[in-house]
């Protein structure tokens, strides 16, 4: 009998030669979800995963962390970013090391559902890797969503890693600035 693993590396493969970005990852979410950008569209980048490897990895994302989110909360939710293809990562400024680039992270929010909330739940649940809660001011906008990523051993290179809880703050200098999150206690 097939494993989880080897049922999920077939179905990725068979995903990654057709590019069928209408396919569920999860009951709850596309692959197009997952590797949209308006970015990579407005600048003509191809964000299709490099690897089926990386198809096995959204899965995984959508599976243990998105879909538990949509079930728990019930409402709408927006992926603002899944999978970047290096190229997009470089042209968005991103981290040379991020685990959008490998499959392993999404950025989201939950309508109507703070992103305290949503990263206190995450965190009970002990559904990450990195949980940060980010807000980003530009031009006097504030953006606010969720950065989380969740990996396996199986599909995973980095499975050493530590892992993180912190809310991120970048200002209109564009300079990060981190802290600690308020984490209420169960009673």
């Not at 959508?62 to 990562?89: D, E, H, T």
Request: aromatic share 10%.
């Amino acid at each position: 009998m097939a494993s989880i693993n080897e049922v999920v590396r077939v179905w990725a493969a068979g995903l990654y030669k057709t590019r069928n970005l209408s396919a569920r990852v999860a009951p709850s979410f596309t692959l197009g979800e997952l590797v949209r950008s308006g970015h990579a569209k407005k600048h003509g980048i191809d964000n299709f995963p490099v690897d089926p490897i990386i198809i096995c990895r959204l899965w995984v994302v959508a599976n243990y962390v998105l879909q538990p989110v949509r079930q728990k909360f019930g409402r709408p939710m927006l992926v603002s970013s899944g999978y970047r293809s290096p190229k997009l990562n470089t042209a968005l400024k991103g981290s040379t090391t991020s685990q959008h680039m490998r499959g392993e992270a999404a950025d989201f929010v939950v309508s109507g559902v703070p992103d305290e909330e949503v990263c206190q739940w995450l965190h009970e649940q002990n559904r990450y890797w990195q949980l940060f809660e980010e807000t980003k001011v530009q031009k006097g906008q504030t953006t606010r969503w969720v950065h989380c990523s969740f990996i396996v051993p199986a599909f995973s290179a980095d499975a050493t890693a530590k892992k993180v809880y912190k809310k991120i703050f970048i200002g209109e200098d564009g300079k990060p600035r981190y802290d600690a999150p308020s984490i209420k206690r169960k009673e």
